[in-house]
Nanobody
C-alpha cells in the first residue's frame, strides 16, 4: 500500500490555526494521530469512508477532520491551538495500517 503523505505543519502562535493535509491512495478509513515530546502516540481524530467522525476529548470543538474523496485527501483543521498541541502529527491509513512520516506542529509564542 502507498504511504500517506502529510503536509501543512509549522510554527504557529497560541490561539492560531493550521490545516494539515494527508494525501492518501484511494478512499480509506483514515485517522490523525500525534506524538508530543516524551509522550506516547495518541489518536486525535478519525473519519470513515462514509464520513462519520470521532475525536479525542482534548480536541473537541477546536479541531475538525474532513475528507475530499475526489482528491483522495484528508484534512485536519486545527483552531485555537495551544502549546500542548505541539507534536508530530501522523496520518494513518486505517484500512491497511500504513503510517505517514509525520509533520511537525509547534505552538509557541
Amino acid at each position: 500500500q502507498v504511504q500517506p503523505v502529510e503536509s501543512g505543519g509549522g510554527l504557529v502562535q497560541p490561539g492560531g490555526s493550521l490545516r494539515l493535509s494527508c494525501a492518501a491512495s484511494g478512499v480509506k478509513n483514515m485517522a490523525w494521530y500525534r506524538q508530543g515530546p516524551g509522550k506516547q502516540r495518541e489518536l486525535v481524530a478519525a473519519i470513515s469512508t462514509s464520513g462519520s467522525t470521532n475525536y479525542a476529548d482534548f480536541v473537541k470543538g477546536r479541531f475538525t477532520i474532513s475528507r475530499d474523496n475526489a482528491k483522495n485527501r484528508v484534512y485536519l483543521q486545527m483552531n485555537e491551538l495551544k502549546p500542548e498541541d505541539t507534536a508530530v502529527y501522523y496520518c494513518l491509513d486505517r484500512s491497511y495500517n500504513v503510517w505517514g512520516q509525520g509533520t511537525q506542529v509547534t505552538v509557541s509564542s
